[in-house]
């Protein structure tokens, strides 16, 4: 099976990869996650096809599959994956309120393990995203969840400076969509490249219109 998913890590590089490729990729290494000989090769595969689909897409897919598999093992391991995703792409490349929902939903799991790593994948978005995070889970978890959770903050203090391991050959549908409506140009151009989005752009907007009072 190793060798299978190193034909699709090299169909991944070609640019006809698309997404019903990741599809079939993300279909073959769904239930291997939870055999100990094949998680590597599963997760360097998924890598590749999230270079060439974006990982955003193949986080969706896994994590779909996963949350309904028998094996909870199997939900254990795509948390960590998409843990490690988001270190080596970095946040920009992931709908952020989707990680935060898929985190919080996780953290109902009745496998410990399983809420284990939803717990570990809050911390690594807190070093990302910082102390606003923990306002934006609270109302979701209850107290001694969340008690477990900010212990896992306190260990993940915000960063800065990050630096992506990889880089998808799809830009995220944000990026994209923003980039539409900006001036074209040489100048342009090389001003979005080099200037990364801000943390407000990438983190849900809350509707408290309805605190409001007159």
Not at 131 to 140: G, T, Y
Not at 194 to 203: K, N, V
């Amino acid at each position: 099976m190793s060798k299978e998913f190193e034909v699709v890590w090299c169909c991944a590089a070609h640019s006809t990869f698309g997404k019903r490729e990741a599809l079939v990729a993300v279909m073959g290494a769904t239930d291997k996650l939870a055999d100990l000989k094949l998680k590597e090769p599963a997760f360097q595969m998924l890598m590749a096809a999230s270079e060439a689909a974006g990982p955003q897409l193949v986080a969706s897919l896994l994590h779909k599959r996963a949350a309904g598999h028998k094996n909870p093992k199997v939900l254990t391991e795509t948390i960590n994956w998409i843990n490690l995703a988001v270190q080596e792409f970095l946040l920009p490349a992931f709908n952020v309120k989707t990680l935060i929902d898929w985190s919080k939903e996780d953290l109902g799991s009745a496998n410990a393990a399983t809420r284990t790593a939803a717990t570990q994948f809050l911390g690594s978005l807190h070093a990302f995203v910082g102390p606003q995070l923990a306002e934006m889970v609270r109302a979701d978890l209850k107290p001694a969840t969340m008690a477990t959770v900010e212990a896992e903050f306190a260990k993940n203090p915000q960063q800065s400076g990050w630096q992506a391991k990889r880089v998808c050959r799809v830009a995220p549908a944000a990026k994209a969509a923003a980039g539409a409506s900006k001036p074209k140009g040489k100048g342009a151009a090389a001003a979005a490249a080099e200037e990364p989005p801000s943390m407000d752009d990438l983190l849900p907007r809350t509707d408290i219109s309805g605190q409001i009072t007159g």
